[in-house]
């Protein structure tokens, strides 16, 4: 097993057990202190957008390395090789309903084409952030820009990851009381975290006596509890450890309180703000999962000035003849691409050794559907962006065909490291990853 920090020396001494604590060792800090990128922490977070895309303005016509960015995608340019984008990977429903803008984007993060919000299976950021976020504070951050508080993170039906919507509580949380400056240069553990390390241990040592009483429904609620208990234990022992010294890290001042409202400029620079305090949470290892919303997936935003969603355009606003598409419902997708540019930007912009946060991270970017209009769930637009310190190959369009998007879920976890040989069910099982896509 790795040494950690949280490693010691265990024996018997008159027949009673005995814990030796160890010093801190060279070999505790963290990953971010290492000289190889490939040592750096590996992140996992997601991006949604809403109500889909126009296909021509941003399918590349070529496949492979060798192609040019469509019109909406020209805001992502500069990224362009440090993301893989994916076209033409459906939802499969197997004669499940599909309810708008729930199954696609649920099917997409479960393998699962699920007719409602009752997920039956982790979405995958859960499955992942299983794997690589357990020793962090935070198992999983969720930020929501245009003001829902809806969440596509799923642990089981009952249990969603509900989405931050205000830039100062997210904050507050994050930076405020209980987070350890990683480069202050002193620690001292507060004696209330103290106190409920100790009371939370007594409540978890009658556990299984209180599991063996129960019925099998109860057991299960229990489990979720537990699950959150267990979560809260480990946050409270991380207070009682200095924090590794973070490289580049920047102690974020208190923002102001932005403009709130669902009109696009606006979302947009609540966004940009929020990203960039994310990133910041994200370096300081606060967390290695996050997901970001910019829109709800029945996307409420608007044009300044208009009262109607782009949620309503998609329904009522008549195609163009000429064009062959809606032109007022293209804006908002063409838009939503800055909101992604400025996301990857925020990740970017923080150097890591010789890369950056967003070369040791993977962000797996999608909407709902792939025409809103018909809430198509067949191509849904999606973009893989970061390498994961090389575990993703980048710069490259890859076409799907009409095969399954659970072949997408499969591939990201077998490459942020879970065993997992098989995923999703019924049309969306599948045992095959995007061999293009790995690194």
Known sequence: MAITRRSALKGMFQGAAV????????????PALASTPANYPLRFGTWIWGCGFIPEKWIPQATGTEFELPEHLRHVQAFQQKMALLSGFDVKLDGVPNKPHVTGCLGLRTGIPVPNREVVAPTLDVLIGDQIGS?????????????????????????????????????????????????????????????????????????RDLMRRVSASDRARLEEYYDGLR??????A????????????????????????????????????????????VQANQTRVFNMLLSDTA????????????????????????????PKVGWFADQSMIGLRDFLQALDEIEEGEGTLLDHSVVLAHSDCSIAKSHAVEGIPVIVAGSGSGRIKTGQHIAGYGDPIS????????????????????AMRTDRTIEALIG
């Open 238 to 281: 991380l207070r009682l450890e200095p924090p590794a010294p973070v490289e580049n890290f920047e102690f974020p001042s208190r923002p102001e309180i932005p403009e709130l409202g669902a009109e696009m400029d606006t979302v947009l620079e609540n966004h940009r703000l929020m990203s960039k305090l994310l990133a910041r949470a």
């Open 299 to 326: 996307s409420n935003l608007r044009e300044r000035g208009s009262t109607t969603t782009h949620h309503t355009l998609t329904h009522e606003e008549p195609v163009d003849a000429t064009l062959g598409y809606q």
């Open 19 to 30: 814990t030796v604590s160890l010093p801190f060792l060279e070999t505790f800090a963290i």
């Open 407 to 426: 072949r997408i879920g499969l591939t990201l976890q077998q490459a942020m490291g879970l065993p997992t040989g098989q995923w999703g069910t019924l």
């Open 231 to 236: 979560q809260l234990e480990q946050q409270i």
């Open 135 to 207: 020793d962090t504070r935070f198992r999983s951050l969720e930020l929501s820009a245009s003001g829902t508080t809806n969440s596509y993170s799923y642990r089981a039906a009952s249990s969603p990851n509900p989405s931050e919507i205000s830039l100062l509580a997210f904050y507050d949380r994050v930076f405020g009381d209980g987070f350890q400056d990683p480069n202050a240069g002193h620690f001292a553990p507060r004696a209330t975290d103290l106190v409920q390390q100790s009371v939370l241990s007594q409540v978890s040592e009658s556990r």
